[in-house]
């Protein structure tokens, strides 16, 4: 899925430090979303937005903060809150339509890791 | 909450053979149910997708059905190969979420010669 450019591919953090993971689309897709992906325990749901200027907290937003300022963009921080970051973090989006029945589209993810 | 179980966590099969791959879902209300194939180090790609108002779907070697009563959904790949070696994610979509999606937690499937 060209349309959804993750960046970057590798990130570092170090301790204390907060991170910002991009996420951009040209699907023109009014739903986003930010998930987590650690080994054998499948995709888990941090964060999602359903239209510009709002999102809602998925199931492991802790530590987590995301914006929605444009259509196309909703970055995700990664705060010193949150204390075990290293995983494979994927952005994704979709149509938003009532029924929602639409299949959510891929980033290449980016790999988080603490120094 | 919501859950999506998914069994079994590795499966392995020589190549010809069929694979099939079983997830389970907690809200009965549930209404649309994608399979994702994950490659190692890239990006989930749909493969499939079913909605509830269907019990089965196809679409060449690949197939979905769903007991809507057992609330269980299974993925068959027919004729296996071995670039069909990749991990593979059910997902269900819960009522009152949008289009949020609770994923299955992964089948790693291995294609042997």
């Known amino acids: 899925d060209g349309g959804i450019t993750q960046s970057p591919k590798y990130l570092f953090r170090k301790e204390g430090q907060n991170v910002t993971l991009s996420c951009e689309q040209n699907?023109?897709?009014?739903?986003m979303y930010w998930y987590r992906q650690d080994p054998g325990q499948g995709l888990r749901l941090i964060y999602y937005s359903q239209i510009v200027n709002d999102f809602q907290k998925g199931d492991i937003a802790e530590g987590y903060s995301v914006s929605r300022e444009k259509k196309e963009s909703f970055p995700l921080t990664v705060t010193s809150a949150q204390k075990n970051p290293t995983a494979f973090y994927l952005c994704a989006s979709s149509i938003s339509r009532a029924g929602g029945h639409q299949p959510q589209h891929f980033g290449d993810g980016t790999r988080l890791s603490i120094l | 909450g919501e859950n999506v179980e998914q069994h079994p966590s590795t499966l392995s099969v020589q190549e010809g053979d069929s694979a099939v791959i079983k997830c389970t879902y907690s809200d009965s209300a549930s209404n649309y149910f994608p399979w994702y194939k994950q490659e190692l180090g890239k990006r989930p790609q749909l493969i499939i997708d079913i909605r509830s108002n269907v019990g089965e779907k196809k679409d060449q070697r690949i197939a979905v059905t769903l007991n809507k009563t057992a609330k269980h959904f299974s993925l068959h790949i027919t004729e296996t190969q071995p670039e069909d070696s990749a991990v593979y994610f059910c997902?269900?979509?819960?009522?009152?979420?949008?289009?949020?999606?609770?994923f299955g937690t992964g089948t790693q499937l291995k294609v042997e010669l």
């Open positions: 997902a269900a979509r819960f009522t009152g979420g949008g289009n949020k999606l609770t």
């Open positions: 699907l023109n897709h009014d739903a």
